[in-house]
T-cell receptor, first 116, second 112 residues
Framework: EAGVAQSPRYKIIEKRQSVAFWCNPI?????LYWYQQILGQGPKLLIQ????????DSQLPKDRFSAERLKGVDSTLKIQPAKLEDSAVYLC??????????????FGDGTRLSIL | RKEVEQDPGPFNVPEGATVAFNCTYS??????FFWYRQDCRKEPKLLMS???SGNEDGRFTAQLNRASQYISLLIRDSKLSDSATYLC?????????????FGAGTRLFVKA
């Protein structure tokens, strides 16, 4: 089965610019997650979708970050404007079933973002 | 207190050693638990789920202690290829579904 696809793999931008990341989850996976992982730390959940609805976005900095999952499949995460502290790896993951989270998550390769 | 806490590490062990990691969680309503492995500059990959009765997969054993609110991972006969960061993951019940919390990870270095 094809894994979680993310693009781009790397992105370098200047502060105050905008950037967007794309994620295609594993086919049939209802739940999609976006994480931010700063060097030396564990992944931090930014937003969780169940189909095309938002389940949890409590840690998403909504003044600059936005995400959508049109038609319950692909998703995009946008940062506008970027700040230096946004330098991180942005990971997308998906899992099979909604509900109680008993299915493991499968991760894409991530997008490594550097802000100059 | 963090919702999920792990041994800080790093753990430096010789090949063949047995090493154990612990992970504590604060929410007693937590429902499911996993261990992930993350290699340098790679994405996390599922190592194993953690079941209430404990489970084993080759050299790896995972256990859950709900009373004390921790999970553990035991690696026997360590290999050089086991060198990685091990992430504890806890899914907690949340409005509308569940909430996933990752620990900060424990780094393991296995030396020849």
């Amino acid at each position: 089965e094809a894994g979680v696809a993310q693009s781009p793999r790397y992105k370098i931008i200047e502060k105050r610019q905008s950037v967007a990341f794309w994620c295609n989850p594993i086919s049939g996976h209802a739940t999609l997650y976006w994480y931010q992982q700063i060097l030396g730390q564990g992944p931090k959940l930014l937003i969780q979708f169940q189909n095309n609805g938002v389940v949890d976005d409590s840690q998403l900095p909504k003044d600059r970050f936005s995400a959508e999952r049109l038609k319950g499949v692909d998703s995009t995460l946008k940062i506008q404007p970027a700040k230096l502290e946004d330098s991180a790896v942005y990971l997308c993951a998906s899992s099979l079933e909604p509900g109680q989270g008993r299915q493991p998550q499968h991760f894409g390769d991530g997008t490594r973002l550097s802000i100059l | 207190r963090k919702e999920v806490e792990q041994d800080p590490g790093p753990f430096n062990v010789p090949e063949g050693a047995t090493v154990a990691f612990n992970c504590t969680y604060s929410n007693s309503a937590s429902q499911s638990f996993f261990w992930y492995r993350q290699d340098c500059r790679k994405e996390p990959k599922l190592l194993m789920s953690v079941y209430s009765s404990g489970n084993e997969d080759g050299r790896f054993t995972a256990q859950l202690n709900r009373a004390s609110q921790y999970i553990s991972l035991l690696i026997r006969d360590s290999k050089l290829s086991d060198s990685a960061t091990y992430l504890c993951v806890v899914n907690m019940g949340n409005t509308g579904g569940f909430k996933t919390i990752f620990g900060a990870g424990t780094r393991l270095f296995v030396k020849a």
